[in-house]
């Protein structure tokens, strides 16, 4: 098994900033990928930003230059630095992992989720 734990998230005043942090934990070999997520009331839950084992990230338009994706050296916590933020960012933050676990095959797990809102 394998458990994602989601941190940092909380409100803040539009043009402010929040660091967002998510650990894995469980009976992992290795992590092939990390990303982040966002779903807002109402709408398709949407990729944020990803990297992948190799160091290579990626981001929509909508958040290029205002949030970035990092890693720990352990490559077993991710993190989404958000600068620069707007009330259409407020939504729930969720953590994504591709894992291969001890046990099993290469598979997708997500955490619980971590709301984030954006309002004076």
């Known amino acids: 098994q394998v458990q994602l734990v989601e941190s940092g998230g909380g409100l803040v005043q539009p043009g402010g900033s929040l660091r967002l942090s998510c650990a894995a934990s469980?009976?992992?070999?290795?992590?092939?990928?990390m990303g982040w997520y966002r779903q807002a009331p109402g709408n398709q839950r949407e990729l944020v930003a990803r990297?992948?084992?190799?160091?290579?990230?990626n981001a929509p338009d909508s958040v290029k230059g205002r949030f970035t994706i990092s890693r720990d050296n352990a490559k077993t916590t991710v993190y989404l630095q958000m600068n620069s933020l707007k009330p259409e960012d407020t939504a729930v933050y969720y953590c994504q992992m591709l894992v291969l676990t001890t046990t099993g095959p290469l598979r997708s797990y997500w955490g619980k989720g971590t709301l984030v809102t954006v309002s004076s």
């Open positions: 469980g009976s992992i070999r290795s992590i092939n990928a």
């Open positions: 990297i992948t084992n190799d160091g290579n990230t």
